[in-house]
């Protein structure tokens, strides 16, 4: 016959896992490498397989492995959403407006610059191809001379 005790905690090797992960999260992220490192030292699949959760987990590259999950509700790409929305400070939001449209005013004045720059860029170099063309044709025709009996258009 078998007999259970209470002693023995619930949920097996995952919470032994988690319990690991929570563990190591406290540390921070030194902590995740020295057990990749120290795994890989042991024997070397375990650290491949720490090296592979760290990578495909993003554990290596939050500031701590705990705090990736929290990290999502405090993103840039929230934060970028919500600039066009009201603050709910009026004199702010006229503010944030009025910066907004001379911002706007001041990269298409900018634009239209560069354009203009491009096209009298262009034109120059068009000019001075132009100018080459014609010195290169007038030497060339200067260097024909045409037979004294022939008539006027012809060679």
Request: glycine share 8%.
């Amino acid at each position: 016959m078998y007999t259970t005790t209470d002693t023995a905690r619930h949920g097996g090797i995952r919470s032994s896992f988690r319990r690991g992960e929570a563990w190591l999260d406290q540390r921070g992220k030194w902590a995740w490498i020295a057990a990749m490192v120290l795994g890989f030292i042991v024997f070397w699949p375990v650290g491949l397989a720490l090296l592979a959760y760290m990578i495909w987990g993003k554990q290596m590259f939050a500031r701590s492995c705990g705090h990736r999950r929290h990290m999502h509700d405090h993103s840039w790409g929230r934060h970028a959403m919500r600039a066009g929305q009201p603050t709910g400070n009026r004199a702010f939001d006229d503010y944030k407006a009025e910066a907004l449209r001379r911002l706007e005013e001041e990269q298409e004045a900018f634009e239209a610059f560069l354009q203009r720059l491009r096209t009298s860029k262009d034109k120059a170099e068009f000019d001075s191809f132009m100018d080459e063309r014609a010195k290169a044709t007038s030497a060339q025709d200067a260097e024909v001379k045409p037979e004294t009996g022939a008539r006027p258009g012809e060679y």
